[in-house]
């Protein structure tokens, strides 16, 4: 399972940059949480594998690892939302990059553009 979403024409990304995708993985009392990817979640029954990579033109989020991706509960692959960062490499430097609030504090960014 796999995604392909490209990076907006008005967003130049350069070879230093750094693309950071997130994953919506809920809400607290009305505030997203979003965590860093790449995630992993275990089961019992096996491994499943939030995963992205990127060029300077588009995204590719994927599902990956040792569980049976076909049996999957909709939860898991049905209206997932992500969220993606391009930091110049010398800022991402000085900030963490984990947190996206913090992210998007420092890189004083008060709303984002939704990419259908």
Known sequence: MELFTDIPTSIEVFDTDIVIAYI?????????????LPQTLFFDNG????????TLNDVHF???GTIDLTTLDAL???EIVF???VIP???A???NT?????VMKAMKVDSVKRVP
């Open 76 to 78: 898991f692959t049905d």
């Open 83 to 85: 969220r993606v960062a």
């Open 98 to 102: 984990s947190n996206i609030n913090e």
């Open 47 to 54: 491994i499943l594998l939030y995963g992205y990579d990127y």
């Open 89 to 91: 490499a010398d800022f």
């Open 24 to 36: 919506l993985s809920g809400v607290d009392d009305g505030i997203d949480i979003w965590e860093p």
């Open 62 to 64: 994927f599902l990956d």
């Open 93 to 95: 430097a000085t900030i």
